[in-house]
């Protein structure tokens, strides 16, 4: 079931307090949708759904248009989230890597609602969780950004739930830079930040020269560093994830990472298996073969892909610890959304 914003908290600290990491896939067509959700559902684990500005930009979905491939992308998650089948999958549409001139109109829609006209109602929809790009914002203009945000979801009456990123690639982010971008935010309108991604040493893409700079005992630090500025435990996001070994990464979640961002070998793994598929299936797709139909038509390649796609998500929700928490979820879900409930009545 996709989840609105209340619920992305009750999940973000349910991952804290159970030393485990959502996988967020940057899953940039409807087939990638539909098989991060169906791995989900096979390891009963949680699953983020994310999109950067290009994504939302692709014909899949915008087209050029990011508004109108927003409003698609959480159209299409809720629409098959939402069905009988992935009802028990909690699933999180988060935004991921938006910058430039646009991103206050993109994030500020997304915070106030994105209008859908159906027939003859009219629905608004918001990510479960919002972040951006602030790779090329100063730290100032960072704070700035979020608590405008906050400020929008204030005088719409809607909440928002935020991940604040610094400078994800540009090595280990100091103390003092996380203690201001924390501050800047809780010190103003606290309760809306519930994840937090100070670079940590890993780096977006593959390395050739591996992430030597990474250390899951940086992540236990920035938790302390977070901890003591907010008054509350915030799980950190990791941005990068791709070139890192299994061992880095189990260390990391259990030192407090909630949030695993997963885009360069998902893309990797989709269009080797498509164009394996494409190669072995050369003589089908010749127009005069009687199973060209079949081979040629949409279904025939996503098939293929999500077959042997799906086995390489769920193995890695098991590797941070997802497997089976989907239960306990819905149980902390429920009582958190009463205790939040109570604390605003
Ligand atoms: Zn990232």
Request: with cysteine; aromatic share 8%; glycine share 8%.
């Amino acid at each position: 079931m996709l989840l609105n914003a209340l619920q992305a908290r009750s999940l973000y600290e349910f991952a804290y307090r159970e030393k485990f990491a959502v996988l967020a896939i940057n899953a940039d067509s409807p087939a990638g949708i539909h098989d991060c959700l169906l791995a989900a559902k096979q390891v009963e684990c949680p699953v983020i759904i994310e999109t950067s500005l290009w994504q939302l930009e692709g014909i899949s979905f915008g087209a050029g248009d990011a508004l109108r491939g927003m409003r698609r992308y959480i159209a299409d998650t809720a629409i098959l989230a939402n069905s009988d089948e992935f009802q028990s999958v909690p699933a999180i549409f988060h935004t991921d890597h938006i910058k430039g001139p646009k991103t206050r109109e993109i994030l500020g829609s997304a915070v106030t609602g994105l209008a859908v006209a159906l027939n003859d109602v009219v629905l608004k929809l918001s990510p479960s969780s919002i972040s951006l790009d602030a790779s090329e914002l100063s730290a100032d203009q960072n704070i700035e950004f979020m608590n405008y945000l906050i400020s929008l979801s204030k005088q719409s009456g809607r909440p928002v739930t935020l991940e604040m990123e610094a400078g994800v690639d540009s090595g280990l982010t100091s103390e003092d830079e996380v203690r201001r971008l924390v501050e800047g935010v809780e010190g103003k309108n606290p309760g809306y930040l519930y994840i937090f991604a100070p670079g940590l040493g890993s780096r977006h893409g593959h390395s050739a020269d591996g992430y030597g700079e990474f250390s899951p005992d940086a992540v236990a630090r920035n938790v302390k560093i977070i901890a003591a500025c907010a008054g509350r435990e915030i799980g950190i996001g990791l941005h990068g994830s791709s070139g890192l070994t299994d061992e880095q990464l189990r260390m990391a979640v259990l030192n407090g990472i909630i949030k695993v961002n997963w885009a360069t070998d998902s893309l990797v793994s989709r269009s080797q298996f498509a164009s394996e598929y494409y190669r072995e299936n050369a003589e089908r797709l010749q127009v005069s073969n009687k199973a060209f139909k079949v081979t040629a038509m949409d279904n025939g390649v996503n098939a293929y892909v999500s077959q042997h796609y799906v086995p390489v998500v769920a193995k890695r929700m098991r590797l941070l610890g997802g497997e089976g928490k989907n239960r306990g979820f819905w149980e902390y879900s429920a009582s958190s959304g009463e205790r939040r409930q109570d604390d605003s009545s």
